[in-house]
């Protein structure tokens, strides 16, 4: 279908999402050349087994332009920020640049379902795919959840419908991708390092929704509205979180789900202030106001796509969130430990402390810090006044931490996540709640959130006496 016999490619990045690009690229016929700024040595096994499939790799690339032969294309992975090196010299060629999503989604036939937000995008790809999966349809969730859409395509699964996890880095270049539905469950500051603003952070957010095509649906959170160019001809669902009030007058065409304390509402056709109960609070295993904010955006999909809530209310009643996301991972003397190293951002982490603070009190010792990604870290100082006895600083930002929030809660800086752990089970007394919730980006001192999850739960294992 896509011929690339006689075409040069050329890849930026040889991470997974660039080698399964340039592994689509080849399969098609084409010439390929991937390009990595990382040294020989950190790339040495990929190098090797690109070579074996025909592919160059080029290690330790910092020229800023192109002196080689004229480029058909060049695919352009997520890790690649528009002011690096790498990015310029891809401009350099003169050939059109293109994300690594973009790219896979065009060997792809099956409509696309896309998730976006700042926080809750990975728990609402995998909901998605689970009802869909319950509801009789075959799916794959794929995209930023951890497979390229160019390795979907090389395996060419026969799928109804891809449900697609997408970033505001994978946003920049992906002009092309358009999906019939697409969530877009909140922004609130993150990557700011790598967007330079708000604005524009926002901006590739909200992109996807406006990318959807004519007859194609959209859900989002109310409050995103007034930053939201759609198409007239794209029909809408809005969620209103607790505590706000649907305002139905101003767009009639938009059906309005909401969160309240008993669970999930639709309002009826005839403008009942009370709407239809859903589905109970007490009936879901995820926990959290958050959390069902994403289940109700799943289920304003589905309704958009004609899928009937009784064909996959098991499956939204019985899902669980992933690890590291407020995941209870031991209880020792009496202690409970908790994993939410998944919170890479300050939203996240309020969402985690109004999750688990209203049950243990002010009984909280949490441990945060790492990465500073630019962002205001100053609003999460209410729920710290309201939820958290003391606080263990880890990673790049902890001196910074440390004087933002030491007007608030006693602030302890640690040089290691294993200290952090030993010291606040010292502190810790039975019925109190130790939770790691950063708040910041790990990769100051791990390879990823998931690396930063284990190693605390490895220091809780670490801790004397028997877990329960």
């Known amino acids: 279908m896509n011929d690339l016999s006689g075409f040069r490619i050329l890849v930026l990045g040889a991470g997974r999402s660039g080698c399964a690009a340039a592994r689509l690229a080849r399969a098609h016929g084409a010439e390929v050349k991937v390009l990595d700024s990382a040294p020989q040595e950190k790339l040495a096994s990929v190098q090797e087994n690109l070579a074996r499939e025909g592919i160059v790799l080029e290690c330790g690339c910092t020229s800023e332009s192109w002196e080689g032969p004229e480029i058909f294309q060049v695919v352009v992975s997520p890790g690649i920020a528009l002011d690096s090196p790498l990015h310029r010299l891809g401009e ?37 795919t689970a009802c869909l999966k319950a509801a009789g349809r075959k799916v794959l969730a794929a995209g930023n959840i951890g497979l390229p859409l160019s390795q979907v395509a090389l395996d060419a699964p026969e799928l109804d419908a891809l449900v ?11 002009a092309s991708f358009r999906p019939v539905v697409a969530i877009l469950l909140n922004v609130t ?51 209103w979180l607790r505590g706000e009030t649907p305002e139905t007058t101003g767009r009639p065409e938009a059906k309005e789900w909401l969160v309240e304390a008993d669970g999930l509402r639709v309002l009826d056709a005839d403008g009942a202030a009370e709407g239809t109960l859903l589905m109970p609070r007490s009936r879901f295993q995820l926990q959290g106001s958050h959390n069902l904010a994403n289940a109700l955006a799943v289920v304003a999909a589905l309704d958009a796509m004609g899928i009937p809530l009784d064909s996959y209310r098991g499956a939204l009643s019985d899902f669980r969130s992933g690890p590291h996301r407020i995941q209870t991972i031991a209880t020792r003397k009496g202690v409970q430990y908790v994993d939410d190293s998944k919170a890479t951002d300050v939203d996240a982490m309020i969402q985690a402390l109004r999750t688990l603070g209203p049950v243990a009190g002010k009984k909280l010792h949490l441990i945060a810090g790492g990465l500073d990604k630019g962002c205001a870290l100053g609003e999460v100082k209410t729920e710290l006044r309201m939820y958290v006895k003391d606080v263990y600083l880890i990673g790049a930002c902890r001196q910074r931490l440390a004087v933002e929030w030491g007007d608030q809660v006693p602030c302890r800086q640690c040089q290691s996540l294993e200290e952090a752990v030993a010291l606040a089970a010292e502190q810790s007394e039975p019925g109190d709640t130790v939770l790691l919730s950063p708040g910041c980006a790990s990769m100051d001192m791990f390879r990823s959130y998931e690396e930063r999850g284990e190693r605390f739960a490895a220091a809780v294992s670490a801790l004397p006496g028997e877990s329960s």
Do not use: W
């Open 164 to 174: 697609v996890e997408v970033s505001s880095f994978q946003m920049e270049h992906a």
């Open 92 to 128: 350099s060629t003169g050939a059109p640049l293109v994300g690594e999503l973009e790219f896979g989604a065009s060997f792809l036939h099956c409509p696309f379902y896309a998730v976006t937000g700042t926080n809750g995008k990975t728990t609402t790809t995998e909901l998605l």
């Open 189 to 239: 500051p993150d990557h700011l390092n790598r967007h330079g603003s708000l604005e524009k952070y926002r901006e590739c957010k909200c992109r996807l929704l406006e990318q959807v095509p004519s007859g194609g649906h959209v859900v989002y959170h109310s409050a995103l509205e007034m930053f939201l160019n759609i198409a007239p001809d794209v029909s809408r669902s809005r969620l």
